[in-house]
């Protein structure tokens, strides 16, 4: 495997471990949000949730970046539908997404915590679970428990992008 998606809804550390896993594979690291255009920060700013028409041109630019980086990419982007999915693994063939799982009260109380430093407010964690098209049946996926140190998220989804197993 030489790209994968860290995925979740917000709060579950989708930038953090994308981070994490992109240094320890020597791979590019890509943070999604910082491709939104400037519309659609300006709508989460305002709390108002984005459309799948506000994401169309975002997912296609996150799947040029995919593309630009055949050498090994790890993209941190939420990925909430299948749909998007889609797009994104026809961008890049042989995709993988590590599904960072967490629930609703401890996406809160994240998203809380950073409110002053990020772009996502509390009011829209609800959409993100509304939106959210569980991945864990789809071929190329590995679920993580959000709420596991970064550490054990890092050693999973390391041994999973080897090809270890996870």
């Known amino acids: 495997m030489q790209s994968v998606v860290v995925m979740g809804v917000a709060g579950c550390g989708k930038s953090s471990l994308g981070q994490a896993l992109a240094e320890a594979l020597g791979w590019v690291y890509i943070e999604g949000d910082a491709h939104h255009a400037p519309a659609s920060i300006a709508k989460m700013r305002a709390g108002i949730a984005l459309t799948d028409a506000d994401r169309s041109g975002w997912l296609d630019t996150l799947g040029a970046e995919l593309v630009r980086h ?41 998203v809380a915590e950073r409110a002053a430093d990020h772009l996502f407010p509390v009011s829209l964690v609800d959409s993100q679970f509304a939106a959210l098209e569980s991945p864990v049946d789809e071929v190329g996926v590995l679920s993580v428990d959000a709420a596991l140190s970064r550490g054990e998220q890092l050693n999973q989804a390391l041994a999973w992008a080897k090809g270890e197993g996870a």
């Open 70 to 110: 055949p050498q090994g990419v790890v993209l941190a982007c939420s990925a909430l539908k299948r749909a998007y999915r889609e797009r994104l693994r026809a961008a890049r063939p042989g995709l993988g997404f590590v599904f960072l799982e967490i629930t609703r009260e401890l996406s809160l109380q994240r």
